[in-house]
Nanobody, 124 residues
Framework: QVQLVESGGGLVQAGGSLRLSCSAS????????MGWFRQAPGKDQEFVAT????????AYADSVRGRFTISRDNVKNSVYLQMNTLKPEDSAVYYC?????????????????WGRGTQVTVSS
């Protein structure tokens, strides 16, 4: 069982930056594909970014490409989401997920383990 814990959320003004972290206990994330998803109130959960197990393949939602960067540190057993130029529409609960197939995947159904989420609020 992989237990994922997100951190780094908070309140920020539009145009600001936040860095989310996702760490794991119980098992190494080294061979897992990892993804970030988000869900705003009244909306469906949506894909944000993904990275494969080795870190050489990434993908982003159109809405965040060029502003967000996903990365991983397999030594620290962590995955990160650097979010720059934040907009009010980025406000949501952000979830980290792990895919034991190791691929970078945008489909939430590919993921096996999920964290509980961290709140990001961007004020205008």
């Amino acid at each position: 069982q992989v237990q994922l814990v997100e951190s780094g959320g908070g309140l920020v003004q539009a145009g600001g930056s936040l860095r989310l972290s996702c760490s794991a206990s119980g098992r190494t994330l080294r061979y897992y594909g990892m993804g970030w998803f988000r869900q705003a109130p009244g909306k469906d959960q949506e894909f944000v970014a993904t990275i494969n197990w080795s870190g050489d393949s990434t993908a982003y939602a159109d809405s965040v490409r060029g502003r967000f960067t996903i990365s991983r540190d397999n030594v620290k057993n962590s995955v990160y989401l650097q979010m720059n130029t934040l907009k009010p529409e980025d406000s949501a609960v952000y979830y980290c997920a792990a895919d034991n197939k190791g691929a970078a995947a945008s489909d939430k159904n590919e993921y096996d383990f999920w964290g509980r989420g961290t709140q990001v609020t961007v004020s205008s």
